[in-house]
Structures are given as C-alpha cells and as structure tokens.
C-alpha cells in the first residue's frame, strides 16, 4: 500500500457463538485478533453477538458490558464495533450497535431501523442514521441485518459521505445467499465498501461477505469460524465516485443532479398497491 493512500487495516469476527452470555469469549477473541494482526484499527462484530436472540437481554446503556467493551478498545487501541445489544430505554427496546473509538469512548450508537418484522419481536425501530470519522481515513456508516433490505437506508448513509458501512448481521436462513447479492449489489450502486459480518454456529450460518466500491468481492467467508482480517484502500472510493465505476457509471453524480421527485416520499403518500397487502404478520 502507498503512504499517502489512505489504507485501513479492518478485521471482521465471524465467530461460533451460541444463544447465551459470550462477552469473555468475544473479549478473548478481540484480544487474540489484535495480537495475530496488530496492523488492525477495527474490529467488528455480528449482530447480537453478546447474548443471542431475546428483547429479554435489554440493558440499559451505558451497561457493564459496553463498559467491558471500552476497555478493551481502549487497552488495544482500536475501534470496536461490537455487533449489537439490545438496549432497554424506557418501555422501548432497541437493536443497538455501539461505536466505540480507540480511546474507549461510545461516540455514537446506532438503533437498528427496521427490526425483522413480525419475527423480532418486542423491538423498536430506530429513526437516526449513524455516520462517524475516522481522523485520516474517512466517514463510516452503522446499519444491522435487516436494514439492509431496504437500499434507502445504505443510500442516506452515503448521502451524509459514508465510504464505509459496517454490517453487522445475525442470518441462520436460507435467504443468506440472497443477502449476499445484496451486499453486492449495494456497494457496487453506492459506490462503498460494505463490512457484512454474520455470526456462525447457534447464532448463524456464516458467509460473510467484504465488499469493494466497484462491486469486487474481497472476501466471502465459509460457514464455519473465520476472522476476516484486510486492508481497505478507501481512497478508492473517492476515485472511483469522481472517475465512474470501471471508468464508467458515476451515479452518485446522476443521484445528486437528478430533478425527480419520488411519489414515495412525498409527505403523506399512500400506495394503494400496498395498502391491499394487508397486516404486517407471520403467515399461517
């Protein structure tokens, strides 16, 4: 890597878990990743990595476990993306991904958007996109699994100069392949890299996926524990958005200078079309 490119060494843990209290056994495993790759700056983890599955295990937060995640962020020097928690603030309950920098402090934390409906019961959707800086590289954005079906969401996040989406992502279905695609197909249309990290074992079956802005797959894990350690080059991502994607597409040019007003997104807009799909629920 050249000096003067802004190169960014990322380690993402796709890790065997099972639905139960992980966090010595992923504090372990962060420590283990920065001593075999000490050229890592962040480590991320899979959605709901701490605890599994349950609005049960919402703590508040600040919690003791964030706390231990700090530290440890903090004793490395990293940055520490350590998948999602649930997170009890008042009657609510949130999906929520901590971002926390090298000096051990939460800068910002990310409420999952749109939780998996009608299965992910019990959880609140967040209304706040997450973007942060990292000094010298570049603007990174937080969504969690499902939020990824809905490319409006990688879009805002690229609008507010995202380079990077860290994806964090609890998938033990058969529609992982289709998540893959998607991965794919967001970074290459956002022009980005997507970190998409899933768990493995109990919590998951794998396949995470590192993507680059011209669409070119870095990285696709197998289904078993695997820790996916690399270097982005994010100035790519600023080539690559100025030059045209392969010196072709330059979309987030043709987005910016669009005129189109879409029917969608138009303060209280209905779609009939949708409204006859009926109630938001688990088929029978």
């Not at 920065?34 to 609005?55: D, N």
Request: proline share 5%; hydrophobic share 40%.
């Amino acid at each position: 890597m050249s000096s003067n490119r802004r190169s960014f060494g990322i380690a993402a843990l796709q890790l065997k878990l099972d639905e139960a209290d992980n966090l010595e056994l992923l504090l372990q495993k962060i420590q283990r990743t920065k001593l075999r790759y000490p050229w890592v700056k962040m480590i991320v983890l899979s959605e709901l990595a701490l605890r599994g599955v349950g609005a049960q295990h919402a703590r508040e937060l600040p919690s003791a476990e964030e706390d231990a995640f700090c530290r440890t962020a903090r004793e490395l020097g990293i940055w520490l993306i350590p998948g999602s928690m649930y997170e009890k603030c008042g009657s609510a309950v949130f999906n929520t991904t901590p971002v926390i920098n090298p000096d051990g402090e939460v800068v910002s934390r990310y409420r999952k958007i749109y939780p998996f409906l009608p299965y992910e019961k019990g959880v609140t959707a967040g209304d706040q996109f997450v973007v942060f800086d990292v000094p010298e590289i570049g603007r990174f954005g937080v969504s969690i699994c499902y939020d990824m079906w809905f490319p409006e969401t990688t879009r805002a996040m690229v609008w507010m100069g995202a380079e990077v989406i860290i994806h964090p992502t609890k998938t033990d279905t058969i529609d992982r392949k289709d998540e893959l695609s998607m991965v794919r197909a967001s970074a290459v249309m956002n022009q980005c890299y997507i970190i998409d990290v899933n768990g493995a074992g109990a919590q998951g079956n794998g396949r995470s996926i590192v993507v680059g802005p011209e669409g070119d797959t870095l990285h696709e894990a197998d289904t078993e524990e695997e820790i996916i350690s690399l270097y982005l080059d994010v100035e790519k991502v600023t080539q690559v958005r100025e030059r045209g994607m392969k010196g072709l597409g330059q979309t987030l040019k043709s987005f910016r200078d669009g005129k189109v007003r879409y029917p969608q997104y138009q303060p209280g807009a209905v779609s009939p079309a949708l409204e006859q799909l009926g109630e938001l629920k688990v088929p029978e």
